[in-house]
C-alpha cells in the first residue's frame, strides 16, 4: 500500500531527527573549481556548453547528496537552474533526484507551476507521474502556485493518494511578495485566504498521522504571519525558506511547528550548498559540516516545541 | 539596433493581416496516426518512450507550423505538454520553436513561471536568455505568473530591452479562475489591481508603436472583464485564450482591441490542431484549413475595430 505522502515525511523527520531541506540551486560559477576542471566547462555560448555545464553540476550535486543525507530529510532541486542549461538541465534534475532518492533521501522538486485544465494535468504527469525518464519516479512533492485556483491544482490533488505532496505558495519571503499577498481582503490579508483555500483542497487527504500531504510554502521574514498561516492550517506540512544565506534565524521559526515539533521542514540553499568558500580542496567536507551545523540549529528549535 | 517585441508583433500583425496565434499543446494520442506509425512510439513506460514520444510530437508540430506559418503571426508552445516526455521533450520544445522562427512566425513560451531572487533569474535566462542549445534564442515572449510580486518580474523586465516579451497572467479562462483573481480588493476585483501593477511594472518599456512588450493573458470567457482591463492598460497587448475550442466566440473579442484593431493576439490551440479528426489522410491541409479560418474569423472582428 502507497503510504502518504505527509506520514513518510513526519517519519522521516522523527527518525532522523532533523527537519532541514538542502536546496539545490546550483550555479555554474559557485562550483568547486575541482569539479569544473574535471569536467572542463567552455565558456557559455562554446558548442556543447549545455552538457558540460549540466554534468558539472550533476558531478557537484551528487557529491553535495552524499555528504547532506545523513543530516536532511530532503532535497529541493530548484528546476530554474537546471532549466538555464536546457534539455540537458531536465536530464541532470532528473538525474540528481534520482540520486538523492538512493541516499534515501525524499524529492521537493521546486517548480512553482500553474496551469489550467489539460495542462495542469501535462505538468501533473511531467513532475509527479509515473513514466520511466521523467521527473515523476523520482520526485515526492512540487511546490505550485495558487493564483488560477482550485482546478489548477486538482490534477496534482489526484497524485496525492499514490502518495506524493504539494506545497502551495502562500506568502512567500522576496521583498515583493507583499505585493499581491498583503493586499486587503475581507479585512485581513490575502494570504490567509489562500491559505484558508489550501485548506479546502487538501481536505479528505491527511495521513494516518494527521498531517496532510497538501503543504504550502511559507517565508521565515515574518513570524506573525507564520502565526497566522498555523491557525488556518492546522495539520499542513509547512515549507519553510529564508532560513540561513536568506537571513532568518532558527529562533524565528518557532511559530511554524505544531504541538511535538512536527509539520515543518526548513529550507537552506546556498549557506549549505557553498560552504566551501575559502576551503575548496575539502568542499564535500565543508558541505556536510554546513548541513551538519543547520540541522542541530534546527532541531534546537524544533525540540523546545516537542 | 534590436527592435522592441511590441513593435515587432504589432508590425507583424499589420503585416499579415492576422491576429492569430496558434497554441501548441500536443497530446500524444491524439497525433495523426500517419506520424504515430511513421515514428513508431511504444506504450508508456517502454524503452525509449520518452524519446519516440517527443519525435513524434516534432514531426506533427513542424507540419502544423509549415501550414499555419501564413496564417499566424505567432505560436504558443505549451511547455507542461513538452516537460512530460522529459528531457527529449525539453529539446523537442527548443526544436520546434527554432523551426517556428525560421518559418517567420513569433514564438511566445508558454511556461507561466513565477520565482523569486536568483531563481528568477535563472528562469529568465533559461527562456529568454542567449545560451545556445537553449529556449531563449529561439523565443519572443513568455507568460508570467505575478502572485509574487515585481522583483520575480524584474529578471524578465531586463530582457524586453533586448526586444523580448512577456505576458503576464492577469484573468484566465478556467472555471476556477475566480477562486483568487475575482477576490475583491478595495472594493475591486483583485485582478484589476494586479492590472495596474503590470501597467507600472512596464513603465517605460513602450516601443515605437506606441504599444508595450509587458502584455497580459486576460481570458475571452467574460467581456465585461476585457473593457475594464483594457482601461487599466491602454497600452498593454493582451494575448487571449479561450477562442475556438475553449468557448468565446470571435464577436466577443471586440472590447479587446485598442483604436486600430491593435494590440490584441488571440490564442486557438485544439481547434486548429486537431481540425483532422475524421479527416486523417490529409491533416496537414485540415490543419492549415481550420488556422485559415480562424484567422479569417478573427480578422472580421479586429478590421470592425480598424
Not at 509515473?130 to 488560477?148: F, K, S
Not at 502518495?163 to 485581513?188: W, Y
Not at 521559526?253 to 509539520?263: D, K, T, V, Y
Request: charged letters at 25%; aromatic letters at 6%.
Amino acid at each position: 500500500m502507497v503510504q502518504n505522502f505527509a506520514d513518510r515525511l513526519d517519519l522521516s523527520i522523527e527518525q532522523k531527527k532533523s527537519c532541514l531541506v538542502v536546496g539545490l540551486d546550483p550555479v555554474l560559477e559557485r562550483l568547486p573549481r575541482e569539479v569544473l576542471s574535471e569536467v572542463g566547462v567552455p565558456a557559455v555560448g562554446e558548442p556543447g556548453w549545455t552538457a558540460r555545464a549540466a554534468s558539472a553540476t550533476g558531478v557537484f550535486l551528487r557529491g553535495v547528496i552524499d555528504v547532506v543525507a545523513e543530516h536532511a530529510v530532503a532535497v529541493k532541486p530548484n528546476a530554474g537552474f537546471f532549466e538555464r542549461f536546457g534539455a540537458a538541465g531536465v536530464d541532470c534534475l532528473r538525474q540528481v533526484s534520482e540520486h538523492a532518492v538512493r541516499q534515501g533521501l525524499l524529492v521537493i522538486c521546486d517548480a512553482k507551476r500553474g496551469d489550467i485544465g489539460h495542462t495542469a494535468e501535462a505538468y501533473a504527469d511531467s513532475i509527479l507521474g509515473d513514466a520511466p525518464d521523467t521527473l515523476g519516479p523520482v520526485t515526492d512533492a512540487v511546490t505550485l502556485n495558487p493564483y488560477l485556483g482550485e482546478d489548477s491544482v486538482r490534477p496534482f490533488l489526484d497524485k496525492c493518494s499514490g502518495g506524493k505532496g504539494l506545497f502551495l505558495l502562500v506568502r512567500t519571503s522576496n521583498p515583493s511578495g507583499a505585493d499581491i499577498q498583503e493586499l486587503e481582503v475581507a479585512g485581513e490579508p490575502l494570504y490567509l485566504t489562500v491559505a484558508r483555500l489550501v485548506g479546502r483542497w487538501g481536505d479528505g487527504l491527511r495521513g494516518e498521522g494527521g498531517l496532510n500531504p497538501v503543504g504550502v510554502v511559507v517565508g521565515a521574514t515574518a513570524p506573525g504571519q507564520a502565526a497566522a498561516v498555523r491557525e488556518e492550517l492546522p495539520e499542513a506540512f509547512f515549507l519553510v525558506p529564508g532560513y540561513g544565506a536568506q537571513g532568518a534565524g532558527a529562533e524565528e521559526l518557532a511559530p511554524f511547528f505544531i504541538e511535538g515539533g512536527r509539520g515543518v521542514v526548513v529550507n537552506s540553499s546556498r549557506s549549505v550548498l557553498y560552504a566551501f568558500d575559502g576551503r575548496e580542496d575539502d568542499w564535500r567536507a565543508a558541505v556536510g559540516e554546513a548541513a551538519s551545523r543547520a540541522r542541530e540549529d534546527l532541531e534546537a528549535v524544533r525540540s523546545s516545541r516537542a
